[in-house]
Antibody, heavy 122, light 107 residues
C-alpha cells in the first residue's frame, strides 16, 4: 500500500516554472512494480492526465501531447521521490495537482496523493 | 484523444435509491474504463477497474458494466456516505482521459 504526498509552492508567477515533488512511502520508488504519474484539475474543469514515468534502472516517460513541450517528470531514487516541472506557466495552469501511481501492469490509478493547489498569478 | 462524456452532471438522490451514471466514449475503448469516487476534500478513490472488475474494500453496492463506447456505474441502495463526485477514466489510448464528473448529492 503506497502513500503519496505532494509538496511545492502554492503560488507561481506567469512565465516561470512550476515545480512539485511527490514523496512516496510504503515501498521503494526504485522498483519496476509501479508507474509514477501526475494529473491536475483546474477549477471548475475536469481531470487532465499530465504524464507518467516508469523507472527500472532506465526510465520511460509519457507526456500528454497538450503539455509535452513544457513538462518534465523525473525520479530521485535517493529521496524516494518523483517530480513534476512545468515551464512557462500561465493562468490556465492554475489547478489542483495530484501525484498518482499504479501497478505497471495495470492501466488504472491505484493511489493518489491528497492534491496540492497551485495558483499562477503575479 | 478520446473524449468521455458522463451523464448526468448532477444527481440528487434519496438514501436507498439506485443510482446509475453513464459514461460514453467518443470511440471504442473495449473494457479499458475505470471509475473513481472523490469525496469533498479527498483524493479520488478507485471503485471499479476494467469496466466491471470489483476492487477489494469497495462496498458491493458499487458495480460497473459496459464495453465498447457505453459504460455504466451503478450504486445499489445509496448511502449517505456515497455523496461524492464520480469520474470515469479511459486507458485504451494515450493520453489517458477522464469524464467531466457526476456529482451525487443526498437529498
Amino acid at each position: 500500500q503506497l502513500q503519496l504526498q505532494e509538496s511545492g509552492p502554492g503560488l507561481v508567477k506567469p512565465s516561470e516554472t512550476l515545480s512539485l515533488t511527490c514523496t512516496v512511502s510504503g515501498d521503494s520508488i526504485n522498483t519496476d512494480t509501479y508507474y509514477w504519474g501526475w494529473a491536475r484539475q483546474p477549477p471548475g474543469k475536469g481531470l487532465e492526465w499530465i504524464g507518467s514515468i516508469y523507472y527500472s534502472g532506465s526510465t520511460s516517460t509519457y507526456y500528454n501531447p497538450s503539455l509535452k513541450s513544457r513538462v518534465t517528470i523525473s525520479v530521485d531514487t535517493s529521496k524516494n521521490q518523483f517530480s513534476l516541472r512545468l515551464s512557462s506557466v500561465t493562468a490556465a495552469d492554475t489547478a489542483l495537482y495530484y501525484c498518482c501511481s499504479g501497478f505497471y501492469t495495470s492501466e488504472n490509478v491505484d493511489w493518489w496523493g491528497q492534491g496540492t493547489l497551485v495558483t499562477v498569478s503575479s | 484523444e478520446i473524449v468521455l462524456t458522463q451523464s448526468p452532471d448532477f444527481q440528487s438522490v434519496t438514501p436507498k435509491e439506485k443510482v446509475t451514471i453513464t459514461c460514453r466514449a467518443s470511440q471504442s475503448i473495449g473494457s479499458s474504463l475505470h471509475w473513481y469516487q472523490r469525496k469533498p476534500d479527498q483524493s479520488p478513490k478507485l471503485l471499479i477497474k476494467y469496466a466491471s472488475q470489483s476492487i477489494s474494500g469497495v462496498p458491493s453496492r458499487f458495480s460497473g458494466s459496459g464495453s465498447g463506447t457505453d459504460f455504466t456505474l451503478t450504486i445499489n441502495s445509496l448511502e449517505a456516505e456515497d455523496a461524492a463526485t464520480y469520474y470515469c477514466h479511459q486507458s485504451s489510448s494515450l493520453p489517458w482521459t477522464f469524464g467531466q464528473g457526476t456529482k451525487v448529492e443526498i437529498k
